[in-house]
């Protein structure tokens, strides 16, 4: 468990580049075309555009289907802290979340499958645009598979170094110290691979529009990595009763 | 504190509107122009277009500077809870953040500062791209301000529901019993206002990008809503010795 965090957040960054690459077909920017075009829309467009298949947007437009499904509403039953617990759990939850760190170097401990079971699952419980839960976490621990995972990750962050990105985004990760070779997605016991579902299929085989679904896989990893914090990090006052790692 | 939760989740989605209009100078699509257009752009390209100023970027790409200032790492010390109490506490955390809901009713009873405070900063310890930390919350307490803002999002949301987002969009939320009125926005004793910001200012004054800057805003959302949930909510074990709201 110890620093998946940090994988996790390559990862967030860097499959989203894969699955990308491979939804548009492959496409690729022609040479000598400005990286990037100053183009006056409103937001919504741009949401939308950005992570939806935007062709079925326009069937849609024209054979829009009434969504016959009933939902339940759950009943909302809650308990609330006095102030002062408030107080304490609010001020202990952001001294431990700020212990975290975006490390490049991982240990190799092997962590329990459960763990890893239930931070996912506390990840699911976010937010989605019309509850769409537009996400898939993926699991991988065969080292071999990691070892792709590596070299495609790679391969894509050497041409984000060398070219795509620009020298000023070179220049700005400098001082960070960052690069494109990534020894930890070998080293880690675990990768969760977070992907963003741009679409789902209704029961008549029908895509169903995944509204936000860049905005709400990003929740979710929030969650999820305030799950690994969680989990893994211990208070400065209980650090003492259990052996250190380090 | 009660259903915070809910307001955000909703200023989240809402204001993000808000801003992107105001940042885009008020554009406006215009009549009969298609939805949204299909074209083939690698994921990069997107990603920066979505949400950083583009003139700027051609900028950069003919005058880029070299960041001079220098990071001191800090030093990561880390302590590791056993197995056992790895598993417990991520199935703990997961069984409370499963009792999140995105409610529409709200409670006014007051939340001391010192508690909105304290989940800001943890949504703060977010990571973000290049450490740009691209966020800014506000918090808002005054009435008016409160009203005028119900005002603009419930203006802006009616024009999603009559027209910008499309009659799926608006079939596949019937379901949820959601609407554009949002009283909440009164009710609730505060507001959190979650701005991501496209672009910084480097000490010479000139532009700075802020890379991925909506996924590193919509992390340090999911932060903020554990942080809540984590402060408010009483786990079921401990409930009975805490007066109930409801």
Redesign the interface.
């Known amino acids: 468990?110890?620093?998946l965090t940090s994988v996790l957040?390559a990862v967030?960054?860097l499959l989203?580049?894969w699955i990308?690459?491979n939804a548009?077909?492959g496409?690729?920017?022609r040479k000598g075309e400005?990286?990037?075009?100053?183009?006056?829309?409103?937001?919504?467009?741009?949401?939308?555009?950005?992570s939806?298949d935007?062709?079925q947007?326009?069937e849609?437009?024209d054979g829009?289907?009434?969504?016959e499904?009933?939902?339940d509403?759950?009943p909302?039953?809650?308990?609330?802290?006095?102030?002062k617990?408030?107080?304490k759990?609010?001020?202990e939850?952001?001294e431990l979340?700020?212990?975290?760190?975006?490390?490049r170097f991982i240990s190799n401990?092997q962590?329990?499958m459960?763990?890893i079971d239930?931070?996912i699952?506390?990840a699911g419980?976010?937010?989605s645009?019309?509850?769409t839960e537009p996400w898939t976490f993926v699991v991988v621990k065969d080292p071999d598979v990691k070892h792709k995972i590596r070299e495609i990750v790679e391969e894509e962050e050497e041409i984000?170094y060398l070219k795509?990105?620009?020298?000023?985004?070179v220049?700005?990760?400098?001082?960070?110290?960052t690069k494109w070779i990534k020894e930890y997605l070998d080293t880690a016991p675990v990768l969760i691979l977070i992907f963003k579902r741009v679409h789902g299929f209704a029961a008549n085989g029908k895509k169903?529009?995944h509204?936000?679904n860049?905005?709400?896989v990003?929740?979710?990893?929030?969650?999820?990595?305030?799950?690994l914090q969680?989990?893994?990090?211990?208070p400065k006052e209980l650090?003492s009763i259990?052996?250190?790692?380090?």
Chains 1, 2 share one sequence.
């Open positions: 468990m110890f620093l957040v967030v960054c989203m580049v990308f690459q548009d077909g496409t690729q920017r400005p990286r990037a075009r100053a183009e006056a829309r409103p937001w919504v467009d741009e949401d939308l555009k950005d939806t935007v062709h947007l326009e849609d437009a829009w289907q009434v969504s499904e009933e939902v509403h759950i909302f039953s809650h308990t609330r802290y006095p102030e617990e408030m107080l759990r609010s001020q939850f952001y979340l700020n212990k975290r760190r975006s490390v401990e962590v329990p459960e763990v239930n931070v699952k506390a419980t976010a937010p645009g019309a509850h984000n795509r990105m620009g020298p000023q985004w220049s700005d990760l400098k001082k960070l110290r169903k529009i509204y936000y860049e905005i709400s990003s929740i979710a990893c929030g969650i999820l990595l305030a799950a969680m989990t893994k990090t211990v650090a259990y052996l250190p790692t380090l």
